[in-house]
């Protein structure tokens, strides 16, 4: 009987030594997991970046530039001015040099001149109108990008020289800060209303004053 224990015994640890670690194999299908996981995100943030390199690619536009990033991380926790492209699309970005030339030759033409001498009492020269189209002539075979924007510099300063420091509106007319009343928007029942025949006196009276007034 003492054979047979111990040979069962024997079958059982061999049995035994033989199966791996229950916590063992439990490691290792979490570690695969994990790495089945990393394999997926980093093929995921690979799809993202060649997605958004295309996008800017045929977008250009839209393609946010590196030093907006790093400007907008760095001053989060401060605030900003406002003073967005909202300030230069005011300002055209395109320019016909062919309405220049027509502009500078009407301006150079007898009905140019007489809307010169009309609105400024005297001739002119004209240069103004000249130098958009030397200028529009210059910047025309720039690259897309710099010709826009040398295209907005020069309506700005064109602007500035026009109006800045110099007198407007507001230094003519005052503010009306009430609502204007027109004549029909008044109440009749407040109006002094007179009979016709009272009416009709009043103007024989009138003109009975200025007739003798300039006898």
């Known amino acids: 009987m003492n054979w ?8 059982v640890a061999s049995d035994t030594s033989d199966q791996p670690p229950a916590s063992a194999s439990k490691t290792e299908d979490l570690s695969s997991t ?8 980093t093929k995921s943030g ?14 250009p536009g839209f393609a946010p530039s590196q030093s907006a990033t790093s400007e907008a991380h760095s001053d989060a926790g401060r605030e900003q001015p406002r003073q967005t492209a909202f300030e230069e699309s005011v300002y055209p970005e395109t320019m016909s040099c062919r309405d220049a030339f027509d502009q500078a030759m009407h301006c150079r ?6 809307l010169n001498l009309y609105r400024y009492g005297e001739f002119r020269q004209c240069s103004e109108q000249w130098s958009q ?20 510099d020069f309506y700005k300063q064109k602007e500035e020289a026009k109006y800045a420091g110099k007198p407007s509106s507001e230094d003519v007319w005052e503010e009306r800060e009430t609502r204007l009343v027109r004549a029909f928007d008044a109440d009749l029942s407040q109006v002094d209303t007179l009979p016709l025949e009272d009416t009709r006196e009043r103007r024989r009276q009138a003109r009975m004053a200025a007739d003798a007034a300039g006898s």
């Open 133 to 152: 189209f030397w200028f529009c002539m210059r910047t025309r075979t720039k690259p897309a990008a710099v010709k826009r924007q040398l295209i907005r």
């Open 46 to 59: 690979a799809n993202t970046d060649t997605v958004e390199n295309e996008l800017a690619q045929y977008l």
């Open 34 to 41: 994990s790495r089945n996981t990393a394999e997926i995100g």
């Open 4 to 11: 047979w224990w111990s040979s069962d015994s024997k079958s």
């Open 109 to 114: 033409g007898p009905g140019g001149q007489f």
